[in-house]
């Protein structure tokens, strides 16, 4: 699997699209709402943050990952949810509101998180044996680009002309999902014969992550006595994460084909284990 023009040139535009989508449904006013709810925000952004990069450190550490492999478990845990975890939340009856806020003020958050994190990672599970490097500050710029400046013209274009944004957003919000999907199954056929290895390498791994941290983040806010809905949104903006975006950070800005396996066998099996996780949910008592 060797970054071409598929990641080099589609993957950014199409980001790019996906988070000026984003942009197209969110208001000033969805920043402001997570002061109405700090304690379920708190408890997502420390899942988001923190528990689930250390849920992914400790399966790379446990399952003695390859070097490469485990820097890229390590960004799919460092990216934000993204519209597939909206519309989880949304069709499993959570907290829809509260999943897209959180999902808007991490991707504001996570241009700066990730080039540190994965730089620290590369050098913690790869040494100086690589010839991959990450350079923090561009990276910060080019996420910034690629992420935070489409929101903001999104949110301009709303404010401005609200009925085109609402129609343009209901396109581009299938369209992130669609082009997930699509970008995966390129991959896979360009890497036909190497399917199976993929997930012999991080296929274990990517389950792990996306089953433990979608259970982990509903029992945290349930320990946290949010209500059931609330839960939802949480366990999925913990669970569900932007693989379009993990694809571009390995793809992409680092160039490692091999960083690129994890958010391939992820972005798969979460649609599943989302799934599946959200008819638990909707037919939960709780």
Do not use: C
């Not at 400046?149 to 709303?158: E, K, Q, R, S």
């Not at 913990?238 to 694809?247: C, D, H, P, Y």
């Amino acid at each position: 699997m060797s970054p071409d023009i598929l990641t080099k040139v589609i993957l950014p535009l199409s980001l790019f699209l996906i988070m000026f989508g984003m942009g197209l449904s969110l208001k000033i006013a969805d920043f402001k709402n997570v002061a109405k709810s700090p304690k379920a925000f708190s408890i997502g952004i420390i899942g988001q943050m923190i528990l689930l990069p250390i849920v992914a450190f400790l399966i790379a550490i446990t399952l003695s990952l390859p070097p490469e492999i485990a820097v890229g478990l390590m960004i799919i845990a460092l990216a934000p949810g993204g519209a597939t975890s909206n519309m989880f939340t949304y069709l499993s009856k959570g907290d829809t509101s509260l999943s897209i806020s959180l999902t808007a003020v991490v991707s504001v958050i996570t241009p700066f998180t990730i080039p540190v994190i994965a730089a620290l990672s590369m050098s913690y599970f790869m040494g100086n044996s690589t010839e991959f490097n990450l350079p923090i500050a561009k990276t910060i710029i080019q996420l910034l680009v690629i992420t935070v400046v489409p929101v903001a013209i999104g949110m301009f274009v709303l404010s401005r002309w609200s009925n085109a944004a609402a129609k343009m957003e209901n396109f581009l919000k299938w369209f992130s999902v669609l082009f997930l999907m699509l970008i995966i199954m390129l991959i896979v056929l360009k890497n036909k014969d190497n399917v199976l290895d993929f997930f012999a390498q991080a296929g274990l791994a990517t389950l792990l992550l996306n089953v433990l941290v979608l259970i982990l983040g509903y029992q945290l806010a349930k320990a946290a006595k949010l209500s059931h809905p609330q839960a939802v949104s949480i366990g999925f903006e913990i669970g569900i994460q932007n693989g379009t975006l993990a694809l571009l950070v390995a793809g992409t800005l680092i160039g490692n084909e091999a960083m690129m396996i994890p958010a391939v066998t992820y972005s798969l099996i979460m649609f599943i284990t989302g799934a599946a996780f959200g008819w638990w949910m909707k037919n939960s008592k709780n």
